[in-house]
């Protein structure tokens, strides 16, 4: 500024005149002197500094400077320019970074997603690559081709070898399928494959369907030194959904022994309409058992002699959460296919004793061959008996002769183990199913329940009545006593007294109640 005013070295003369002047003047108070005092340190600094300070700017503004201000400009814009190319190259580099690795993400996905469809052992496609296909078209048949009693062959000639058989399977039925028609091969289980087909190129899937049973079950399977024959079965399903309907329709026919193939049918859909109710009667018995909805209801045996009651049969009843009642016919089956049996049969025994702790009469427990072999039900009521001596003296466990005694070992250990506590045994349901006089030989029994289906009618059916008195006749031999189940009417009850049978249960005399009336 004091170049472009035209100032120069003389303004300091006039400078100095005034700082003489300042220091002649006496000031009037103490602050005034210092202020003056103040003004001529600055001005005298300004006076000693002033001339570098116009030197300093001449040197600035000559040519020379200019020139070298210039040159300092062009190095800063090339030094600028090189790096900007450097960051134009780094972007370069840093786009085709992410573009190389956004394709290797691509390249494992498709690598995954395919191995997620593949099946390892075999190579074909698996369950999930079938149900993909599907959804994208409907203009289908379905075949599911299933491996009869494949375990089987793991079993016997080991896993190895049961690997290798699996693999031979697979092949050899890509080959047959893609010699006669066009469709694709999928492993849906362990045992199970489908066949996905076009339905323009199935014109009768039963013939095709009889067509890889004969060339797949009459060509033998050799792996190494072993021959390995199969059997086969296949559901067909032509409509949707094809996977549910061809597993249904495979299952179906694996439970029927004629059948080696079937094509789903209205009829098929009862068997699906049966698991669902399996499945809702579940969920019930899971939810009673949680909720402390299973009861036990009481039935009372009369002794023929007296004429009174004398024990209650505990029956087990379980409640839905609308307080409906399901009977064991509905439910006791699908319990034991849930592996929910064990815990009713634990819970009915708990409840029972607890009950019949206040009331002094005899009673009896239903126990099924699958309780007995159970090692912790066998405990359980081990335990109970031992905690409980004198209810131990007044029960009885019925087993359900109608499954078939079989583990004669394990039930007549538990018979002599619970008798030892002063319990006593009853076969349940004898006289059908798997009857047979010899278990009264083997197995220390104290009484025979004779089942309903040969009382019912024993007043009008003679063969009902020999078969009864045999049995009454053995019994009496053995010194075992005998009851009669179903005793539903007068005539009935008179024909069962007559017999000589010694106790008497059913309808007629009393319905099962969850409490016991012991003044009858």
């Known amino acids: 500024m004091l170049i472009r005013n035209n100032l120069n070295l003389d303004v300091l003369n006039s400078l100095k005149e005034y700082i003489n002047f300042l220091k002649r003047y006496k000031p009037n108070s103490k602050l005034e002197r210092l202020s003056i005092y103040k003004i001529i340190n600055h001005l005298e600094i300004f006076i000693k500094y002033y001339p570098y300070y116009i030197n300093t700017i ?20 090339k030094e600028n320019e090189f790096i900007f190319k450097k960051f134009i190259l780094l972007t370069i580099l840093f786009a085709f970074g992410l573009i190389t690795a956004i394709g290797f993400i691509i390249f494992y ?193 009369l002794d023929n002699k007296i004429g009174k009651v004398v024990k209650y049969e505990s029956l087990v009843r379980a409640f839905n959460e609308k307080g409906e009642m399901l009977l ?87 018979i002599k183990d619970i008798k030892q506590y002063g319990a006593t045994i009853a076969i349940d349901d004898f006289g059908t199913g798997y009857s047979n006089f010899s278990y009264l030989l083997q197995l220390d029994v104290d009484f025979i329940k004779i089942d309903g289906s040969l009382i019912k009618d024993i007043h009008i059916n003679k063969n009902s009545e020999i078969i009864v008195k045999t049995i009454v006749n053995f019994a009496k031999k053995l010194n075992i006593k005998t009851v009669a189940e179903f005793v539903h009417n007068y005539e009935v009850h008179r024909k069962v007294i007559e017999l000589g049978i010694d106790y008497s249960q059913g309808y007629f005399l009393g319905k099962p109640s969850p409490t016991c009336d012991l003044s009858s």
């Open 328 to 414: 064991p016919g509905e439910f006791l089956e699908v319990a034991k296919k849930g592996k929910l049996y064990g815990e009713i049969t634990k819970c009915v025994i708990e409840k029972t004793f607890e009950y019949f702790k206040e009331n002094p009469c005899e009673f009896s427990v239903n126990l099924s061959v699958d309780d007995i072999v159970d090692v912790s039900i066998r405990l359980f009521i081990i335990d109970k008996l031992r905690k409980n001596p004198e209810l131990s003296k007044r029960v009885m466990f019925e087993i359900l002769e109608s499954e078939g005694i079989e583990n004669f070992d394990i039930v007549s250990k538990f």
């Open 58 to 77: 001449k040197k600035i503004i000559n040519g020379q400077s200019l020139n070298i201000l210039k040159e300092l400009k062009n190095v800063y814009q």
């Open 109 to 301: 996905i498709m690598r995954l997603r395919k191995a997620a469809s593949i099946d390892y052992l075999t190579g074909l496609y698996n369950r999930n690559r079938l149900i993909y296909e599907l959804r994208y078209n409907k203009y289908h048949v379905l075949f599911i081709v299933g491996i009869e009693d494949f375990k089987h062959i793991n079993n016997f000639y080991g896993v190895k070898i049961g690997d290798e058989f699996l693999k031979l399977f697979a092949k050899r039925l890509k080959k047959l399928v893609s010699s006669c028609c066009r469709g694709k091969i999928y492993r849906l289980g362990s045992d199970d494959f489908g066949i996905l087909l076009r339905k323009q190129y199935v014109n009768d899937p039963e013939t095709l369907a009889n067509y890889i049973i004969n060339n797949m079950e009459n060509n033998g399977f050799r792996i190494q030194q072993w021959d390995i024959p199969i059997s086969i079965a296949i559901g067909i399903s032509l409509e949707e959904p094809f996977l549910e309907k061809a597993d249904l329709t495979l299952k179906y026919v694996k439970q029927n022994p004629r059948l080696k193939y079937a094509v789903y049918t209205e009829e098929i859909m009862k068997i699906e309409k049966n698991i669902e109710n399996n499945m809702k009667i579940l969920k019930v018995l899971k939810s009673a058992l949680e909720s402390n909805r299973i009861v036990p209801y009481y039935q009372p045996i």
